[in-house]
C-alpha cells in the first residue's frame, strides 16, 4: 500500500478494494465523450472506483480516515456494488489489528465511507470493529441520515453508526474540531450538507482527505461532480474554497475513490487548468 512520510507523521493508504460503478452516476451531467478520456468504461458503461482508507500513524496514536464498504450489505446492494470486503485483509497484511487503531474518523455516513465501523459477531450482534477506538462523525450527517430523503435512503445503513452513537463510542461532531494534535475536521458542503474533510498538519505541510467532494483525481476541474451530489452547485463552490487554501499551502489531496491515484498534488498547468501531480515515490 502507498505510504509517505509526512512531517513527525505517517500517511498510509489502506484499500477495501474496488468496485464497478456506473460511468454516467460517478461523472454526472458531464458528457461520457469528455469523462472517458479519464476513466475507462466497460461495455455495460461501469467504470472502476476504489475504496481508500487512510491510516495516519502520529507516533502517539493510529488515526484511521474511513473504513470504507464493509461487509453488511444486503443481497441487493451486493448485486450493484458486489462486495469487496479488503480492508481488514489489507490492514492485516501491513502489520495493523483492529485493537491498533486509536481512532476512526468517517466523513460522513454513506455505507461505502463506514462499511467496517462495526460487523457481526458469531451471535449476530452489531459489535466495532475497532474495539479500542474513539469514532467520530458529523452530527448533522447522522440527524440527517435518520430521515434521509427517498433519493438517497439507500446510501445510510444505521447498523454501520446507530450502535456506536448509542454506546457513546462515536462522538458527533459539529465541524471545526481538532480531533488530535495535527488532525482537524472542516465541512465541505455539496455531496451532502454535512460532509467533512479531514485535515492533516504537521512539520510545516499539510495533507487533506478531502471524502466526496474530489472523489477522484479525474474529478478536480470545478464542474465535475458526481451525480450523487445533493447540492452540485454547493459542491463548486466548495471546491472553490478548498482550491483556495491547497494551491496556496500546497497540500496534499487524498482522493477516496480512485482505484489508481490514491493522493496528489492539485495544481494549475499553464492553460490554468486544474491538474494532478502525484507525489515522486522513492526508489526501491
Known sequence: MPSL????????????GTYLLDGGAFFGVIPKIMWSRK????????????????????????VLVETGMGNKLSERMVKFYGQPAQLLANLAAGGVAPEDIDIVINTHLHFDHCGWNTVRDKDGKIVPTFPRAKYYAPEGEWQYARRPSERDSISYIPANYDPLVQSGQMTLLKGGEEIVPGISVKTFP???AHMQAVIVESG???????????????????????????????????KKEYYAQALLGKWLTVFTHDAKVPWAYVDKDEAGKMVAREPLRPKS
Open 190 to 192: 455539496g455531496h451532502t
Open 204 to 238: 510545516g505541510r499539510t495533507a487533506c482527505y478531502i471524502s466526496d467532494l474530489i472523489p477522484t483525481a479525474a474529478h478536480i476541474d470545478l464542474t465535475w461532480g458526481m451525480g450523487f451530489d445533493l447540492y452540485p452547485l454547493q459542491t463548486i463552490e466548495s
Open 5 to 16: 512520510t509526512f512531517g513527525d507523521f505517517e500517511l498510509s493508504i489502506f484499500s477495501d
Open 39 to 62: 476513466a475507462a468504461a466497460d461495455e455495460r458503461n461501469y467504470v472502476q472506483a476504489g475504496l481508500n482508507s487512510l491510516l495516519i500513524r502520529t507516533g502517539k496514536q493510529n
